[in-house]
């Protein structure tokens, strides 16, 4: 039973993950908060412990090449364990869906829009996301090369237009905070942007790569989103320096503070234009795989009759995620690594290994009794 | 999605009212063998149109014989002398059989290359109708539709829509067969097929599809066929009407039949693996698929040098986005986000503004609409009077509009730009003119975020489009022949056909003797 | 509240209108309670009641029973 035919290409999967990586690369205050002028090292740090994870993930796609994360769950662990296990996904990717949207709206009424209700922004999107949902995964990913592309060429541009503000006295003084402060940040790397890596599990059987390649282009993937974040948070320190610490959107005010002979200024739209787009992208996605694992929950049909209904949840969900950003930035630097590592790591690696220890999927159907 | 259930729907619906009646008109009956009625029989269908002409002779020693045929749609030489001297002046015809008396007539005494023969009333007056002669003699049951068609046509000239400074300079006519021969004189390989099939219950409409067998994918083709041979109309006046028949987003903003009305640009696309329907009496040839880029790809580029034409082609991308979002922008920009604005542009936007007694958008709103006003007047007008038009329009009416505090000055030069940008791209010129309002409320209600959802939304919408199968806007994704989609690289470049258009006969060259480099 | 009642009725005309012809009970009886989920959600905030978030129960979870949150 596949609901959706459609398959993705290997270039759209590859930067799929690149531009997921990239949407979180916006809002890095997570852990910049935290290791300040060192956050660079927490990223390369946090790239590194994250492809375990990843290594995981290519373990059960190769075992389980046309299944997605509810079959597999249903497979692994008989229909009553599995349910439970995938009702956990499910909120959680819910809960993401939620909060990307919160995260957008919030930006768009802060910065752009001061005096339109939340309501009609976020209403705005999700409307567009539930039409891209119900055309299937192809369209929602077909897009991924030029928002890769997009969000790059903004990253590099800046670079160079920040150039004169840069100075590589911020980087000054290094490895110079508690040991506990790195450990966090890595953790929180690993956990929000790359962790957040588990929903591709869901994608699994609409891939058109063979299953031992997968590894590889979702390696790819992950490197050129990983450099991205890298990029931009070296950028930020060199130009925000010690400060970085206390701004909610460290890349924001970077590009505030663009300045080319005062000719080229106000460049900050520009981060407003990658936000939403690869926000778009990264909710479409997403509410995608929440629709599906909830079509595939319930052994349904048709996943099409879900999508507005389950939209509707999403909004009323991400007014209600957290009553506060400041409640927000401390679940996340906190507490939400915790919760996010027990789905994102924890739960698959118990997959695997059970997958292993009862040697499934048996190889032959008519073989096995 | 919900447009297609809507349509569906509508089209189930409409079906099912007009149940399958099909007019029977009493032509499917056979002749009879005696001249008379027969005549009697066809004056009463053709009724007393005075363009029918029946001339009735008598030949050999005891034959009654008649032509009937329609003055104007035939050549009176040819009749003359291949139908009725031969005939009349030859003694050998006797009475003894039938069958072989007529084909013997046919074979040996009528000089002409395309003659049917035929027993039905049906193919006789079909065929009188579409410029042929018909031969009736008395006492066979059979009769000779012989092909005399001949009438006056428009000659080739330079397309009007289409002028080029380098390159081909003929044009499309009206006429089927002219057409045909324009497009078999370029493209000789034994290949090229053309199907025929007449359309329209009432106007009989010659049609044909060209394609070349191997290249154009086999699905493609069958999938035309099918629209077309279920296409029941009355009238088939203009290609358009076929190509709002077989279309397959026929709500879409979007143009996913292309046409064009030089043979050139036409015998290209069908060497890319397109297909070709031309129509009688239109000089718009139609190419389906069509692809969103070839909006953006004039015959001219393929003949100026590659670096200028890729230049152009971004160039042509460029004014798009200009001719869509210059007046969203700035209404954006004026309500919303002042802030990104210099201070001194700022000022001298307010300064204008002063007076305007009118929102931003209702401002834009008053100056795109009497733009596409002028516009259409423009071009309905005769000539002389529409270049009147142009200057009334544009000189008197947008300097009296500023000068008078209707609108800003900021805004006409706006719009000016937009609409000057949306005449690079011919083809688009009605997407973007709808896709301008849409995204100016847009940019009124949620500004600049508005901005970027209404260019997700037109993303979106382009990749769901797939006429026929192949992705309306697949370049983006780089699978669909990379070379020629934002910039047009050498020929010698591209090397082969778009992959998603072309099935089987994939090479456009296989060798090439590149350049000598002289420095080794 | 009126505008949650508007939506609910476009959301009811687009999905269970496919399901008049076609005999799938299960699957509308399914998308009838999301549906009626995301309704009682929808009525609920518009009517100012506060509901509860199980984001900020998990995180008193983990960092009053488990004792494990970074401070």
């Given at each position: 039973?596949i609901?959706?035919?459609?398959?993705?290409?290997?270039?759209?999967?590859?930067?799929?993950?690149?531009?997921?990586?990239?949407?979180?690369?916006l809002l890095?205050?997570f852990?910049?908060?935290?290791?300040?002028?060192?956050s660079?090292?927490a990223?390369?740090?946090?790239?590194?412990?994250?492809?375990p994870?990843?290594?995981?993930?290519?373990?059960?796609?190769?075992?389980?090449?046309?299944?997605?994360?509810i079959?597999?769950?249903?497979m692994?662990?008989g229909?009553?364990?599995?349910?439970?296990?995938?009702?956990?996904?499910?909120?959680f990717?819910?809960?993401?869906?939620?909060?990307?949207?919160?995260?957008?709206?919030?930006?768009?009424?802060?910065?752009?829009?001061?005096?339109?209700?939340s309501?009609?922004?976020?209403?705005?999107?999700?409307?567009?996301?539930?039409?891209?949902?119900?055309?299937?995964?192809e369209?929602v990913?077909?897009?991924?090369?030029?928002?890769?592309?997009?969000?790059?060429?903004?990253?590099?541009?800046?670079?160079f237009?920040?150039i004169?503000?840069?100075?590589?006295?911020?980087?000054l003084?290094?490895?110079?905070?508690?040991?506990m402060?790195?450990?966090?940040a890595?953790?929180?790397?690993?956990?929000?942007?790359?962790?957040?890596?588990v929903?591709?599990?869901?994608?699994?059987?609409?891939?058109?790569?063979?299953?031992?390649?997968?590894?590889?282009?979702?390696?790819?993937g992950?490197?050129?989103?990983?450099?991205?974040?890298?990029?931009?948070?070296?950028?930020?320190?060199?130009?925000?320096?010690?400060?970085?610490?206390?701004?909610?959107?460290?890349?924001?005010?970077?590009l505030?503070?663009?300045?080319?002979y005062?000719?080229?200024?106000?460049?900050?739209?520009?981060?407003?234009?990658?936000?939403?787009i690869l926000?778009?992208?990264?909710?479409?996605?997403?509410y995608?795989?929440?629709?599906?694992?909830?079509?595939?929950l319930?052994?349904?049909k048709?996943?099409?009759?879900?999508?507005?209904?389950?939209?509707?949840?999403?909004?009323?969900?991400?007014f209600?995620?957290?009553?506060?950003?400041?409640?927000?930035?401390?679940?996340?630097?906190?507490?939400?690594?915790?919760g996010w590592?027990?789905?994102?790591?924890?739960?698959?690696?118990?997959t695997?290994?059970?997958?292993?220890?009862?040697?499934l999927?048996?190889?032959?159907?008519?073989?096995?009794? | 999605?919900l447009?297609?259930?809507?349509?569906?729907?509508?089209?189930?619906?409409?079906?099912?009212?007009?149940?399958?009646?099909?007019i029977?008109?009493?032509?499917?009956?056979?002749?009879?063998?005696?001249?008379g009625?027969?005549i009697e029989?066809?004056k009463?269908?053709l009724?007393?149109?005075?363009?029918?002409?029946i001339?009735e002779?008598?030949?050999?020693?005891?034959?009654?014989?008649?032509?009937?045929?329609?003055?104007?749609?035939?050549?009176?030489?040819?009749?003359?002398?291949?139908?009725?001297?031969?005939?009349?002046?030859n003694?050998?015809?006797?009475?003894?059989?039938?069958?072989l008396?007529?084909?013997?007539?046919?074979?040996?005494?009528?000089?002409?290359g395309?003659?049917?023969?035929?027993?039905?009333?049906?193919?006789?007056?079909?065929?009188?109708?579409?410029?042929?002669?018909?031969?009736?003699?008395?006492?066979?049951?059979?009769?000779?539709?012989?092909?005399?068609?001949?009438?006056?046509?428009?000659?080739?000239?330079?397309?009007?829509?289409?002028?080029?400074?380098?390159?081909?300079?003929?044009?499309?006519t009206?006429?089927l067969?002219?057409?045909?021969?324009?497009l078999?004189r370029?493209?000789?390989s034994?290949?090229?097929?053309?199907?025929?099939m007449?359309?329209g219950?009432?106007?009989?409409?010659n049609i044909?599809?060209a394609?070349?067998?191997?290249?154009?994918?086999p699905?493609?083709?069958?999938?035309?066929?099918?629209?077309?041979?279920?296409?029941?109309?009355?009238?088939?006046?203009d290609?358009?009407?076929?190509?709002?028949?077989?279309?397959?987003?026929p709500?879409?903003?979007f143009?996913?039949?292309?046409?064009?009305?030089?043979?050139d640009?036409?015998?290209?696309?069908?060497?890319?693996?397109r297909?070709?329907?031309i129509?009688?009496?239109s000089?718009f040839?139609?190419?389906?698929p069509?692809?969103?880029?070839?909006g953006?790809q004039?015959?001219?580029?393929?003949?100026?040098?590659a670096?200028?034409?890729?230049?152009?082609?971004?160039?042509?991308?460029?004014?798009y986005?200009?001719?869509?979002?210059?007046?969203?922008?700035?209404?954006?920009?004026t309500?919303?986000h002042?802030?990104?604005?210099?201070?001194?542009?700022l000022?001298?936007?307010?300064?204008?503004?002063?007076?305007?007694?009118?929102p931003a958008?209702?401002?834009?709103l008053?100056?795109?609409i009497?733009f596409?006003?002028l516009?259409?007047?423009?071009?309905r007008?005769?000539?002389?009077?529409?270049?009147?038009?142009?200057?009334?329009?544009?000189?008197?009416?947008?300097?009296?509009?500023?000068?008078a505090?209707?609108?800003?000055?900021?805004?006409?030069?706006?719009?000016?730009?937009?609409?000057?940008?949306g005449?690079?791209i011919?083809?688009?010129?009605?997407?973007?003119s709808?896709?301008?309002?849409?995204?100016?409320?847009l940019?009124?209600?949620?500004?600049?975020?508005?901005?970027?959802?209404?260019?997700?939304?037109?993303?979106?919408?382009?990749?769901?489009?797939?006429?026929?199968?192949i992705?309306?806007?697949?370049?983006?994704?780089?699978?669909?022949?990379?070379?020629?989609?934002?910039?047009?690289?050498?020929?010698?470049i591209?090397?082969?056909?778009?992959?998603?258009?072309?099935?089987?006969?994939?090479?456009?060259?296989?060798t090439?003797?590149?350049?000598?480099n002289?420095?080794? | 509240?009126r505008?949650?009642?508007?939506?609910f009725?476009?959301?009811?005309?687009v999905?269970?209108?496919?399901?008049?012809?076609?005999?799938?009970?299960?699957?509308f009886?399914?998308?009838?309670?999301?549906?009626?989920?995301?309704?009682?959600?929808?009525?609920l905030y518009?009517?100012?009641?506060?509901?509860?978030?199980?984001?900020?129960?998990?995180?008193n979870?983990?960092?009053?029973?488990?004792?494990?949150?970074?401070?």
């Amino acid at each position: 039973m596949i609901l959706d035919k459609r398959k993705i290409s290997r270039t759209q999967f590859m930067f799929s993950v690149a531009c997921f990586i990239q949407s979180s690369s916006l809002l890095t205050s997570f852990f910049t908060s935290i290791t300040k002028q060192d956050s660079w090292i927490a990223v390369i740090l946090g790239s590194i412990v994250s492809i375990p994870t990843l290594l995981i993930y290519s373990y059960i796609m190769k075992k389980f090449p046309d299944k997605n994360l509810i079959e597999i769950n249903d497979m692994v662990f008989g229909p009553i364990i599995g349910k439970i296990f995938s009702i956990i996904y499910i909120w959680f990717f819910m809960t993401l869906s939620a909060i990307n949207t919160k995260d957008l709206g919030e930006f768009v009424q802060k910065t752009i829009l001061d005096n339109t209700p939340s309501i009609i922004i976020v209403g705005a999107l999700l409307l567009l996301c539930s039409w891209t949902v119900r055309n299937g995964i192809e369209i929602v990913t077909r897009y991924s090369l030029l928002f890769t592309f997009i969000a790059t060429t903004i990253v590099i541009s800046t670079v160079f237009l920040t150039i004169n503000q840069m100075e590589m006295d911020n980087f000054l003084p290094i490895l110079q905070q508690p040991k506990m402060a790195y450990v966090r940040a890595t953790h929180i790397i690993s956990a929000i942007p790359f962790g957040e890596l588990v929903v591709i599990l869901m994608l699994n059987p609409n891939l058109d790569i063979e299953p031992k390649k997968r590894i590889k282009y979702l390696l790819y993937g992950f490197l050129i989103g990983g450099f991205t974040l890298l990029l931009v948070v070296f950028r930020d320190i060199a130009v925000l320096s010690k400060t970085i610490e206390i701004f909610l959107l460290p890349s924001y005010e970077t590009l505030r503070l663009i300045s080319v002979y005062s000719t080229l200024s106000r460049v900050e739209a520009l981060f407003a234009i990658s936000l939403i787009i690869l926000m778009f992208f990264k909710i479409s996605v997403l509410y995608y795989i929440s629709v599906m694992g909830i079509a595939y929950l319930f052994k349904m049909k048709s996943y099409k009759p879900l999508v507005l209904s389950i939209g509707v949840i999403i909004i009323i969900y991400s007014f209600i995620v957290y009553p506060s950003i400041i409640a927000h930035m401390k679940s996340g630097s906190e507490t939400a690594p915790f919760g996010w590592l027990v789905v994102e790591s924890i739960l698959p690696l118990i997959t695997a290994i059970v997958a292993k220890i009862r040697k499934l999927p048996e190889q032959k159907k008519g073989m096995s009794s | 999605m919900l447009f297609k259930f809507i349509m569906k729907k509508i089209v189930a619906w409409q079906n099912l009212n007009s149940s399958n009646h099909k007019i029977d008109n009493g032509l499917e009956r056979q002749i009879s063998n005696k001249l008379g009625e027969n005549i009697e029989f066809i004056k009463k269908v053709l009724g007393g149109s005075n363009d029918i002409k029946i001339h009735e002779f008598i030949f050999g020693e005891e034959f009654e014989g008649a032509i009937i045929y329609i003055d104007g749609l035939v050549n009176n030489t040819e009749i003359r002398e291949s139908i009725l001297k031969p005939i009349v002046f030859n003694k050998k015809i006797n009475k003894e059989n039938e069958e072989l008396s007529i084909k013997e007539i046919q074979k040996s005494i009528i000089c002409s290359g395309d003659i049917k023969r035929s027993d039905m009333y049906s193919v006789l007056i079909d065929g009188c109708l579409a410029g042929a002669t018909i031969l009736l003699i008395n006492g066979f049951r059979k009769g000779l539709v012989i092909n005399t068609g001949s009438w006056e046509k428009r000659a080739i000239t330079e397309p009007q829509t289409e002028p080029v400074v380098r390159g081909p300079r003929e044009g499309f006519t009206e006429d089927l067969r002219t057409n045909t021969s324009l497009l078999r004189r370029r493209i000789k390989s034994p290949k090229f097929k053309m199907e025929n099939m007449i359309i329209g219950r009432k106007t009989y409409t010659n049609i044909c599809i060209a394609y070349i067998e191997g290249l154009a994918k086999p699905e493609l083709i069958k999938t035309l066929r099918y629209r077309l041979n279920n296409l029941d109309v009355d009238s088939i006046i203009d290609s358009s009407y076929i190509e709002e028949y077989i279309e397959d987003y026929p709500l879409s903003i979007f143009a996913t039949i292309g046409y064009s009305e030089k043979p050139d640009v036409v015998a290209a696309k069908i060497l890319e693996g397109r297909v070709g329907i031309i129509v009688d009496g239109s000089p718009f040839v139609l190419t389906a698929p069509m692809l969103f880029v070839e909006g953006f790809q004039s015959s001219e580029d393929y003949y100026v040098r590659a670096v200028y034409a890729s230049i152009l082609r971004i160039m042509r991308f460029f004014a798009y986005f200009v001719a869509v979002y210059a007046v969203p922008l700035f209404i954006a920009l004026t309500t919303f986000h002042q802030e990104l604005l210099p201070t001194t542009f700022l000022f001298s936007i307010a300064n204008a503004r002063e007076g305007t007694p009118f929102p931003a958008f209702i401002e834009g709103l008053i100056m795109v609409i009497s733009f596409e006003i002028l516009r259409e007047a423009g071009l309905r007008l005769p000539r002389p009077v529409g270049q009147a038009i142009s200057i009334v329009g544009a000189l008197i009416m947008g300097e009296a509009a500023v000068s008078a505090g209707i609108v800003g000055a900021p805004m006409v030069i706006t719009v000016a730009i937009a609409a000057v940008a949306g005449f690079i791209i011919p083809d688009q010129t009605d997407s973007i003119s709808i896709l301008r309002i849409i995204m100016m409320v847009l940019a009124t209600v949620l500004g600049g975020y508005g901005l970027a959802i209404g260019f997700l939304a037109v993303l979106i919408h382009l990749s769901i489009l797939e006429p026929f199968g192949i992705p309306y806007f697949a370049s983006i994704k780089f699978t669909r022949d990379k070379q020629d989609s934002f910039t047009r690289m050498p020929l010698w470049i591209m090397k082969d056909r778009p992959k998603e258009l072309s099935a089987t006969d994939v090479k456009r060259r296989d060798t090439y003797v590149p350049p000598d480099n002289k420095d080794d | 509240m009126r505008y949650v009642i508007i939506v609910f009725i476009i959301i009811a005309i687009v999905d269970l209108s496919p399901f008049s012809k076609k005999d799938k009970r299960k699957d509308f009886y399914i998308t009838l309670m999301i549906m009626m989920i995301a309704l009682a959600l929808s009525s609920l905030y518009a009517l100012d009641i506060k509901i509860p978030s199980p984001v900020v129960g998990l995180d008193n979870f983990i960092r009053n029973v488990l004792k494990i949150a970074y401070k």
